[in-house]
């Protein structure tokens, strides 16, 4: 096991994952450009790390992350350099995430709120306590999205629910915010710690080139005609099938096998 530590993050590497915790519990985790540059960091190590084949981002204290630190906001905002630049930080560190050829795995708990919510819509898929409650809660304040707000939670949720949910201000409980696609897997307060792992567990003994193929091929395709996002993902296809980790995995299951993929 290995251990990083930046100001606001703590990051873990244990048993193929990288463990990326947001560690501003007093400040309920929001996001200053000190802790965006953290998590770029800690992403940067976790794939710099060949043992690593999955992330959990996850958050210590009672808050995965109420949002932006509007303390920061307000003493940029006069600034239109300095606050492009802080905008723009956390675009690039969201864009990151999807990027990344690892799978991003977020673990929520309490409240998940505004950058919160567009720090966990930039994740590959979200695993949330029952009792977790998320929201686009920007127009409470005057505000509006700044970090790709508006533009995956259309994606993921539809026009119709993304703009009810920014103009409302409401939180969604956490089995909502699943039917509406923004959260994955619900479980029990309890078990969440162990269910997040669990499932970057599975993650990590899959085929990392074809996990990292999926992700490349689902998130681009979405930005393309859809004739042309086949023809994609056909080309994709192909380059796998032609790899040593699927020989492997067609190997098993001619003999009936798990597969041990490299």
Not at 25 to 32: E, G, M, Q, R, T
Not at 204 to 210: F, P, S, T
Request: hydrophobic share 45%; net charge negative.
């Amino acid at each position: 096991m290995s251990e990083m530590t930046e100001p606001h993050v703590l990051t873990t590497i244990r048993d193929s994952i990288g463990f990326i915790e947001l560690n501003r519990p007093a400040k309920f985790n929001c996001l200053s450009s000190t802790l965006i540059a953290a998590i770029e960091s800690a992403l940067d190590a976790c794939e710099g790390d060949g043992s690593v084949r999955a992330v959990l981002i996850r958050a210590r204290g009672k808050h995965f992350c109420i949002g932006a630190d509007l303390d920061e906001v307000l003493d940029v905002r006069n600034d239109k350099e300095r606050l492009a630049r802080f905008l723009a930080g956390g675009h690039r560190m969201m864009r990151r995430l999807e990027a990344s050829r690892l799978p991003v795995v977020a673990q929520v708990q309490g409240l998940c709120l505004a950058g919160g919510l567009e720090l966990a819509m930039a994740c590959d898929v979200v695993i949330a306590s029952a009792s977790a409650q998320l929201g686009c809660q920007h127009a409470r304040y005057g505000l509006m999205p700044g970090f790709g707000g508006t533009q995956r939670l259309a994606r993921l949720a539809g026009q119709r629910r993304a703009l009810d949910l920014m103009f409302s201000a409401r939180w969604l409980k956490a089995g909502e915010a699943q039917s509406w696609g923004l959260v994955n897997h619900v479980v029990d307060d309890g078990a969440l710690a162990d269910a997040a792992e669990a499932y970057c567990t599975q993650l990590a003994a899959k085929n990392l080139e074809g996990i990292a193929a999926m992700k490349r091929t689902c998130r681009e395709g979405l930005d393309r005609p859809f004739e042309e996002a086949l023809q994609m993902e056909q080309e994709v296809a192909i380059a796998a099938l032609m790899s040593a980790n699927v020989t492997e995995g067609l190997a098993a299951f001619r003999e009936n096998r798990e597969p041990s993929f490299r």
